[in-house]
C-alpha cells in the first residue's frame, strides 16, 4: 500500500518567508509525528499528533512554528518568517494506534528538504 | 525528558565481519527501542525493533539486545555486506510519546 508521503520534496525560500509543508499519512493511521533533521543528526521531535489534537507540541522550537491536522488525516506544518536556521530536512512519520500500553512502529515519508537563503 | 547517545559516531568494517552499534538511555519510563537505517538522502527505514519486556529479538543477519537494568541496548549485524553501509539511528520512547533518536552511526563496510 502507499506510504507516508510528503510534499514538496524541496523548497528553496528566502528569509522572512512563510512555508508550508504537507504530510499524508497512511491511510488508517491515526498518530502523526513531525520531525527534523539537520545534517549528521538524529531526527529531533517537533509535535505529535492523535486524531486531529496535538498530544505534544514540546518540541518546537519557537512560536513561528505551527502545525495542524484538521481532519484527522493530512497535516501541514507552517513556518513564518523563515530564517537561515531553519534549513534542515523536516520529516513526517505516522502510526497506526500509540496507546498508554504500548508504541507502534513510526512510518517515516521521504521529507521535505527546506533551504532558507 | 529522555537523552540518548550513540556510539560510535562511524564504523567501518570488512565485509564478512560484524558490526555492533551501542545505546543508553536516560528514561526508565521508556519501553520501546527502535533502529532505523537511513541511506543517503533517503527516508529512515525500521530495520528491527524491541521492546522492554524482552532482552533479545534476531531477524536473520541482525540482532538487538536491551539491558533494562543498565539502560542500553545494542544492534549488531553479523556477516556484514556493502549493501549494509548506512546511516544507523537508535531510538528510545515512552508509551505514547515521540522516538527520542541518537545522533547516528555512520557504517562503512569495504570489500
Known amino acids: 500500500g502507499a506510504g507516508v508521503s510528503q510534499t514538496p520534496s524541496n523548497k528553496v525560500t528566502e528569509k522572512g518567508k512563510y512555508v508550508e509543508l504537507r504530510c499524508d499519512p497512511i491511510?488508517?493511521?491515526?498518530?502523526l509525528y513531525w520531525y527534523r533533521q539537520s545534517l549528521g543528526q538524529g531526527p529531533e521531535f517537533l509535535i505529535y499528533?492523535?486524531?486531529?489534537?496535538?498530544?505534544?507540541d514540546s518540541g518546537l522550537p519557537n512560536d513561528r512554528f505551527f502545525a495542524v491536522r484538521p481532519e484527522g488525516s493530512v497535516s501541514t506544518l507552517k513556518i513564518q518568517r523563515t530564517e537561515r536556521g531553519d534549513s534542515a530536512v523536516y520529516l513526517c512519520a505516522s502510526s497506526l494506534t500509540p496507546h498508554f500500553a504500548a508504541s507502534d512502529t513510526q512510518y517515516f515519508g521521504p521529507g521535505t528538504r527546506l533551504t532558507v537563503l | 525528558g529522555e537523552n540518548v547517545e550513540q556510539h560510535p559516531s562511524t564504523l567501518s568494517v570488512q565485509e564478512g565481519d560484524s558490526a555492533v552499534i551501542k545505546c543508553t538511555y536516560s528514561?526508565?519510563?521508556?519501553?520501546?527501542f527502535p533502529w532505523y537505517k537511513q541511506e543517503l538522502g533517503k527516508r529512515p527505514q525500521l530495520i528491527i525493533d524491541i521492546r522492554s519486556n524482552v532482552g533479545e529479538k534476531k531477524d536473520q543477519r541482525i540482532a538487538v539486545t536491551l539491558n533494562k537494568t543498565a539502560k542500553h541496548f545494542s544492534l549488531h549485524i553479523t556477516e556484514t555486506q556493502p549493501e549494509d553501509s548506512a546511516v544507523y539511528f537508535c531510538a528510545a520512547s515512552r508509551p505514547g510519546y515521540a522516538l527520542n533518536f541518537g545522533k547516528g552511526t555512520s557504517l562503512l563496510v569495504t570489500p
Open positions: 491511510s488508517g493511521h491515526t498518530a
Open positions: 499528533f492523535q486524531g486531529t489534537g496535538a498530544a505534544d
Open positions: 528514561d526508565s519510563a521508556s519501553n520501546y
